[in-house]
């Protein structure tokens, strides 16, 4: 099964969400790749406790553009049977260079099959953006996860996304469902964060995750260290969260 978790907003837990959600899968025994698809690369950096890919490491620019084999690009991360194919600069260019190739769209799903076939799960975390890197991830997928922040703003971008789904059905994935939108960063303290939580879920009945991830300052530090938050610690609310966001998933599957 292939998710992946995209919102061309930015700052609304995106990276977290796949990071996390792919940590705990793999935390309950199963094996889970994890693809870096944002040149930024914070997925990458999040889960090697620290370390940062040689200048020698196989990026998943490489995998997409140059047939580099998944086996030969993926690197061990500090979660058993985890494992990553890491992100980075070059996939801003690669960006670009896939508006030349033919079959364009398809590429990653293509640049996959091979792994598709060694592990239950594989994530992808996409860029802030609805490029086609966004497409081919889109494309590549069996299910999209969908972070929403709980703030004034939430709905703002979630249309376009959807008619983003809409067209990659239509045209390349007719086999993409929706897994859920997950609601992130909300704030009890404060009136608006129940306001969009309710909101989210009218404009989208059945398709928000029970699950809702608390404002945590635990998630802000666990990647100076190159953790999921539910292995830096695991007790924190937001990592009982995304245990729990990840069960939802599963089950949803």
Do not use: W
């Not at 704030?187 to 608006?192: G, K």
């Not at 729990?244 to 599963?250: D, F, G, K, L, P």
């Amino acid at each position: 099964m292939i998710y992946a978790v995209a919102n061309q907003k930015g700052g609304v837990g995106k990276t977290t969400t796949t990071v996390n959600i792919a940590a705990c899968i793999a935390a309950a025994g199963h094996r889970v790749l994890l693809v870096d698809a944002d040149a930024q690369g914070n997925a990458t950096s999040g889960v090697l406790g620290g370390e940062r890919p040689g200048p020698d490491a196989r990026t998943t620019a490489d995998v997409m553009l140059d047939g580099v084999p998944p086996a030969s690009a993926r690197m061990q991360t500090v979660v058993p049977r985890l494992d990553l194919i890491p992100g980075g600069g070059d996939l801003a260019a690669a960006s670009v260079e896939l508006v030349e190739r033919e079959g364009r769209e398809g590429l990653l799903r293509r640049a996959l099959e091979p792994a598709a076939a060694e592990y239950r799960y594989i994530f992808i975390d996409c860029p802030p953006s609805l490029d086609l890197i966004t497409v081919n991830a889109l494309v590549a997928a069996d299910r999209l996860v969908v972070p929403v922040q709980c703030e004034y703003y939430a709905l703002e971008g979630l249309s376009r996304l959807m008619e983003t789904v809409s067209e990659v059905r239509a045209r390349l994935n007719p086999g993409l469902a929706i897994s859920g939108l997950l609601m992130t960063m909300h704030d009890p303290r404060t009136r608006i964060s129940g306001e969009v939580v309710n909101e989210v879920r009218t404009h989208f009945p059945g398709l928000v995750f029970d699950t809702i991830v608390p404002r945590n300052v635990r998630v802000t530090e666990s990647p100076s260290f190159g953790e999921p938050v539910v292995r830096y610690d695991p007790q924190c609310a937001a990592a009982e969260a995304y245990q729990q966001a990840s069960r939802e998933v599963m089950a949803r599957g």
